[in-house]
Nanobody, 124 residues
Framework: QVQLVESGGGLVQAGGSLRLSCAAS????????MAWFRQAPGKEREFVAA???????YYEDSVKGRFTISRDNSKNAVYLQMSTLKPEDTAVYYCAAGPQWPSEIAAGIPPGYWGQGTQVTVSS
C-alpha cells in the first residue's frame, strides 16, 4: 500500500514557476514508478510526467523542456518543477504510483495509487 499527499499548488502568473511535492508513505515507495497527472475543468485526466525507480523519465509532449520530474527516495518524495507556466497548464495535479514503466503509464496503463490532488492556476 502507498498513500500519496500532494502539496505546492497555487496561483501563479503566466511565465512563472511552481514546484509540486508528493509525500509517499509505505515501505515499497522505492520500487514504484511515480507519476504526475492533471485534470483541467471539463477535460479528462491526462498524463504529465513519470519517473521510474531507476530514474528513467518520461514526459508528455506539451511539458517537455518546461517541467522536470524528480524523486528523493531517502525522503519518500517525488517532485514536479514547473517553469514557463501557461494558462493551459491550469488543472488539478495528481501524484500517482504504480509498478509499470513510465512509458506504460504514459500509454494509458493506470497506476494503482493516487493522491487527492492539488490545484494549479495560471493567470494570463
Amino acid at each position: 500500500q502507498v498513500q500519496l499527499v500532494e502539496s505546492g499548488g497555487g496561483l501563479v502568473q503566466a511565465g512563472g514557476s511552481l514546484r509540486l511535492s508528493c509525500a509517499a508513505s509505505g515501505r515499497t515507495f522505492t520500487t514504484y514508478t511515480m507519476a504526475w497527472f492533471r485534470q483541467a475543468p471539463g477535460k479528462e485526466r491526462e498524463f504529465v510526467a513519470a519517473i521510474s525507480r531507476s530514474v528513467v523519465t518520461y514526459y508528455e509532449d506539451s511539458v517537455k523542456g518546461r517541467f522536470t520530474i524528480s524523486r528523493d527516495n531517502s525522503k519518500n518524495a517525488v517532485y514536479l518543477q514547473m517553469s514557463t507556466l501557461k494558462p493551459e497548464d491550469t488543472a488539478v495535479y495528481y501524484c500517482a504510483a504504480g509498478p509499470q514503466w513510465p512509458s506504460e503509464i504514459a500509454a494509458g496503463i493506470p497506476p494503482g495509487y493516487w493522491g487527492q490532488g492539488t490545484q494549479v492556476t495560471v493567470s494570463s
